[in-house]
């Protein structure tokens, strides 16, 4: 099970890397625009709510409505940034990298954003704690972490594109 888990996180990675060059040379269209970034934003939002929500009722009948009310409301909030890739790429296989970049984008700015946080909040702790070998090694990782960030986010910025890609 870990070696598939494993495998579609490689396979994925794989095609962000492909989806982002062809995003920067404009031959696909990652963000059509920050409405289309922020709306992807807000559906993964609702997304991680309703992985919540099921763990939450999983065992309780009485909340199935609520349960059902999430989901649709994340599958509505997903419908615009898949559309909008649609409407910018016209290809079903630039739209499906087009989305699988768009939201693993997001998802890894994330990822960074709380290892950087997390790595300072365990510095200043280890420090007050007086491991300093410990606050060193957290110090490294928000350093990283925050490196990593700045650069993703640098790249998510670069891939919003407010014309259509050109073609060759």
């Known amino acids: 099970m ?3 888990l494993v495998l579609f996180c ?3 990675a794989i095609l962000v890397i492909i989806g982002s060059q062809l995003g920067l040379k404009r031959k696909i269209v990652v963000y059509d625009s920050r409405t289309d970034l922020h709306l992807t934003c807000v559906s993964l939002i609702v ?3 309703c992985g919540g929500v099921i763990l939450a009722v999983r ?3 009485s909340n199935v409505g609520v349960l059902v009310v999430v989901v649709l409301l994340g599958g509505i909030l997903s419908l615009s940034p898949i559309r909008r890739s649609w409407w910018a790429n016209k290809t079903v296989g630039n739209t499906i990298l087009s989305v699988l970049t768009k939201y693993a984008l997001i998802v890894v700015v994330t990822l960074l954003g709380i290892i950087t946080l997390q790595s300072g909040f ?3 702790e280890n420090t007050k704690k007086k491991k300093y070998e410990d606050a060193a090694a957290n110090v490294l990782a928000t350093i ?3 490196l990593g ?3 993703v986010r640098k790249l998510i910025n670069n891939l919003i ?3 259509p890609p050109t073609v060759s």
Do not use: Y
């Open 47 to 49: 997304w991680a709510i």
């Open 59 to 61: 065992g309780e009948s």
């Open 144 to 146: 990283i972490g925050a």
């Open 149 to 151: 960030f700045w650069r």
């Open 122 to 124: 365990g510095a200043v």
């Open 161 to 163: 594109a407010e014309t």
């Open 2 to 4: 870990i070696g598939l």
């Open 10 to 12: 490689l396979v994925v």
